[in-house]
């Protein structure tokens, strides 16, 4: 069977059960679009109103579906718009697949117009990136690109086609994709027995979970763990819903914005069982001073991981999953009654809480927790409203907040709750968002309208961009320099001239109102709640400060 290049690429796509593609057109990739149009009943293309929303939305798609994001864009400008959204993809582990096209061939290297390197610009932040000269081993290609994307720890690929590959022709030959399995070839007796050994021996133990549980889909695992050694569990941001968050042994997040509970019982716990962790620095606060009365454990499915940020005392490398069942079948039922009944005093010296009046964002969240049951998938940007959704909202499922992590990229969230609202059309999808951040890509409400998708965008609106100031007034001398946007921009008036719905909510009642309104909407809704200025997020760690040295507004007022 003699096909095209974009004939193949829209083949060997569809071999891969892919069912949804974002992107932007343009001259390189022409060939591919014209054949996507010829198979849009059998692949959805979603047209955003960027190529940075298009990466975005693919993230947001693979995270909350587990599949496979694809995206796709034209050469030199269209690839580079790519690059934040791969390096997000890239920092959390997510896998994407870009199709990129290129120039052609006799061009390449000449400066020729909308020519890029754009495989020379990504290689480090892609898994792997091709760029594939030869329509002979073009398919080839796109499944190894798939391959790499899934295998082991996920993460994105790039794969860069010059224009004439893709209107070149050669034969073509079906293959079905490649089932890949899980990553076992490194779990040893021997790490296995070292890890039960230091649990049976540990006094305090407590649970550490990362975004590597999410991905592996080890919820049922964990809670069995967890069960069985009777221990308390803390998450990263990339964590949450691994464990239940609604469980009574949850203590909270973990690190600079963390519980103190969380912080305050791993800074005090005997051995720490960290899974599909890395130890980032938001985490750890001073690594020298992190949980330094215990022994690690860390189980991870990159070896690259191990000793990295922490020096641990035993780890297994292979899929959580895998690891966690197969210690679940060595480890005999145990008791920490007395740990247990510490930490809960702990949680209930010092517990999360927000002022009983007025409009912030801790009542924002916990009323969106409240109204939608804890049945909502919620996607964020990055900064002080990331926090307070990290920390107010009880997130009993995997999958279920989808967030800039490693990259902490403002502007993402818009883009991916597009991606999850289209990979998950029965679920209610809400962005919420920064003033500062929905000015980045804001233009993709009219992505949201166009594909008339039913997710809510909350603008927590404090006029500044709230997480630097936080540090602006904490620690530079209130010195507010270039983080004040009280401009009068009108988000209402902007929602509803790109189509959608806008609301203001100055007070409870009004936001009441509104997200009650939106949550039975059809179309997207814009809500504008507007807080104060100098709201801030509590508990904080400062820089270069150990964990156990978490601080709140009150520890603030009685060191004055």
Known sequence: MQLTGAEIIIECLKEQGVDTVFGYPG??????????????????????????????AADGYARSTGKVGVCMAT????????????????????????????????????????EIDIAGITTPITKHNFIVKDIEKLAQTIRRAFKIATKGRPGPVLVDIPKDVTAQKCRYTPEKPERIGRFTDQITEEDLDMAVHMIEKSKRPYVFVGGGAVISEAS????????????????????????????????????????????????????LVAIGVRFSD????????????????????????????????????????????????????????????????????????????????PYLIDTIYQKTKGEAVIVTEVGQHQMWAAQFYKYSK???????????????????????????????????AGDGCFRMNMNEIATAVRQKLPMIEIIVNNHVLGM????????????????????????????????????????????????????EAKMPVVIDCVIDKDDKVWPMVAPGAAISEAFTEEDLEVKK
Not at 36 to 55: C, F, M, N, P, V
Not at 235 to 245: E, I, N, S, V, Y
Not at 478 to 484: K, Q, V
């Open 27 to 56: 001259g390189a990739i022409l060939n591919v679009y014209d054949e996507l149009y010829k198979h849009k009943d059998e692949i959805r293309h979603i047209l955003t109103s960027h190529e940075q929303g298009a990466s975005h």
């Open 75 to 114: 050469s030199g400008p269209g690839a580079t718009n790519l690059v934040t959204g791969i390096a997000t993809a890239y920092m959390d582990s997510v896998p994407m697949v870009a199709i990129t096209c290129n120039v052609g061939v006799p061009l390449l290297g000449k400066d020729s117009f909308q």
């Open 220 to 271: 049922e695992e964990l809670r069995e763990f967890v069960e069985k050694i009777q221990t308390p569990v803390c998450d990263t941001l990339m964590g949450k819903g691994a464990f239940d968050g609604t469980d009574e042994k949850y203590t909270g997040m973990l690190g600079m914005h963390g519980t103190k509970t969380s912080n305050y019982g791993v800074s005090e716990c005997d051995l």
């Open 282 to 361: 938001r985490v750890t606060g001073n690594a020298s001073k992190f949980a330094h009365h215990a022994k690690i454990l860390q189980i991870d499915i990159d070896p690259a991981e191990i000793n990295k940020n922490i020096m641990v005392d035993a780890s297994i490398i292979g899929d959580v999953k895998e690891v966690l069942s197969r210690l679940n079948s060595r480890i005999k039922p145990m008791e920490h009654t007395e740990w247990l009944a510490h930490i809960k005093e702990y949680a209930e010296k010092y517990p999360l809480t927000y002022p009983k009046e007025g409009l912030s964002g």
């Open 398 to 432: 995997p999958h279920t907040l989808i967030t800039s992590g490693g990259l902490g990229t403002m502007g993402y969230g818009l883009g991916a709750a597009i991606g999850a609202q289209i990979g998950n059309p029965d679920k209610q999808v809400i962005n919420i």
């Open 468 to 519: 630097v100031r936080q540090w602006q007034n904490l620690f530079y001398g209130e010195r507010y320099s270039a983080t004040i946007l009280d401009d009068g921009m009108d988000y209402v008036k902007l929602a509803e001239a790109m189509g959608a719905t806008g609301y203001r909510a100055t007070t409870r009642e009004e936001f009441e109102t509104a997200i009650t309104a939106a949550l």
